[in-house]
């Protein structure tokens, strides 16, 4: 087995810091020495031999689950152990969850996975038959991402399991039509993974998986509405009593409703989560009540959830929500010509959603019209105020999507607008050019760290630390790819004569 030394050894930073057969304790006591710069260092080079051993772990894990496949029988690996999976068996080795199990048999499969005819021919998909399935080629492209490591684990499943399966041909086309539409997809696919993998670096993975959705509704809009369909049909409310006594409930939502939920609680518990500090005098004084409140945010949650159930259709707003009323607001892309986008998505939390849902909330509620240029970014309105105005909040939410900061997923809704001008000494513009959404957070950083964030016209905004480093900070992907050259494959019907 293993000792801590030798596995220190392998860390440059540590190496030659820690004695032969130290325990935890000793290893603590030396990390707990290191400088920050060193610390930071460790960091990363442990997570460097992690990302290693991992790749290790799943090839090991794909050859076990291809080994343990039902079709073998008693006589599978798994099976052969006492295992009725190769999920099973991976949980018990290796200590994780049943759902983290799944994920590294999952990946580990997909990692194993070849193209068809690899190894025998320059080009796989020569002459492979109509009918062959066609998701194969941008999986590779993620395989040799996650092989170079350009994408974690957890990276590659969430970008391969948001983009899923592209769409078939359709049905009657004739072999010509089919080679096109194969093509078409082929290609739609691997830009997608090759452009999420460049962006996996600098995001989260929950927003790559947000963002490969998003992407995949916007290539097969036909399959966003029938996945959508298919998320409402599976919606459920149900109640049972533990053994304690006590009532519990689980609720799996559609699309719409778990967005619906999300904003009225965000609405409700925005100031206990760190939402803007510029709000209406009223609303100041109802978010510093809130605060103050000796309630657990699951506990206000619950007594929310009660007391919309208590007033129901006939509630007056202000007496569950204060002076905001909870709503969803939804970003749509409507071409010059009048064309709306495919899908539309959520201005908080950016989940997509069919146009059909766009067109019903249009009818209920109404739209706001904001022209933009085809990087999403606004038009300017000048230095009207010293605040930004609720038009301008919208501006501003359809192009960030969020806090821009990187690493952050807070969204817009608790966000502030940060003038990268000074309002008073540098003649700053109350403008959508020169303005950028910041949670509280780090609203506050950037102003008491000495870093300053500046502009180029509309090119990308840029946060300067002081210590002269430089750093993009980008949209959020989803409203990224809303404004994207991502083409959608041919429409599934043709027409006929």
């Given amino acids: 087995m293993r000792t801590l030394d030798a596995i220190a050894a392998l860390i440059p930073t540590l190496a030659g810091r820690i004695g032969a057969g130290a325990g935890a304790s000793d290893v603590q006591v030396v990390i707990e020495g290191l400088g920050d710069d060193a610390a930071v260092a460790a960091l990363e080079e442990i997570s460097e031999n992690v990302r290693l051993l991992d790749q290790l772990r799943l090839i090991v894990t794909g050859v076990i689950a291809g080994r343990s496949t039902r079709e073998a029988g008693h006589g599978g690996l798994a099976q052969s152990r006492g295992f009725p999976s190769a999920v099973s068996l991976v949980q018990q080795v290796t200590g994780v969850t049943k759902t983290e199990a799944a994920r590294q048999v999952r990946v580990g499969e997909a990692l194993l996975e070849e193209p068809p005819g690899a190894g025998a021919d320059p080009d796989p998909w020569e002459g492979v038959a109509p009918d062959e399935p066609l998701m194969r080629e941008w999986r590779q492209v993620l395989r040799d991402g996650l092989r170079s490591g350009a994408v974690t684990s957890a990276q590659f499943d969430a970008i391969r399991r948001g983009l899923g399966d592209p769409p078939t041909p359709p049905e009657g086309c004739s072999d010509a039509d089919r080679a096109t539409h194969d093509q078409t997809i082929r290609d739609a696919w691997a830009q997608a993974a090759v452009q999420l993998i460049e962006e996996a670096s600098r995001r989260t993975v929950e927003e790559l998986a947000t963002a490969a959705r998003t992407i995949r509704d916007l290539l097969d809009p036909d399959g966003a509405e029938v996945r959508f369909l298919a998320r409402y049909e599976k919606r459920a409310f149900r109640t049972w009593f533990d053994q304690d006594g006590q009532r519990r409930a689980s609720i799996a939502f559609d699309d719409e409703g778990g967005a619906l939920v999300d904003t009225i609680f965000a609405a409700a518990l925005r100031p206990r989560r760190g939402g ?21 945010n699951d506990q206000l949650s619950y007594d929310l959830l009660l007391d919309l159930i208590r007033t129901g259709a006939l509630a007056d707003p202000t007496t569950v929500f204060g002076t905001r009323q909870a709503g969803i607001r939804l970003v749509q892309q409507v071409a010059v010509d009048g064309t709306p986008g495919p899908v539309a998505v959520t201005e908080d939390g950016l989940v997509s959603v069919p146009a059909t849902v766009a067109e019903r909330r249009i009818c209920e509620t109404g739209a706001v019209t904001v022209t933009v240029d085809t990087c999403g970014n606004p038009l300017d309105v000048g230095r009207e105020s010293r605040l930004f105005t609720p038009t301008q909040r919208i501006a501003l939410a359809i192009r960030d999507g969020g806090c821009r900061w990187t690493g952050c997923d807070r969204p817009a809704s608790y966000c502030e607008a940060h003038h990268i001008d000074e309002w008073a000494r540098d003649d700053g513009h109350t403008n959508i050019d020169r303005g950028i959404l910041l ?44 404004w994207g050259d991502i083409d959608p494959p041919p429409p599934r019907t043709h027409t006929t004569a």
């Fill in 276 to 296: 803007p500090r510029f709000v209406d005098p009223t609303e100041k004084a109802s978010a510093a009540d809130l605060a103050a409140d000796p309630r657990t």
């Fill in 439 to 482: 949670c509280r957070f780090h609203h506050m950083q950037l102003h008491h760290s000495g870093r300053h964030i500046t502009r180029d016209r509309k090119d990308d905004f840029v946060l300067h630390h002081p210590d002269g480093e430089q750093v993009v900070l980008h949209p959020r992907l989803p409203l990224r790819y809303a």
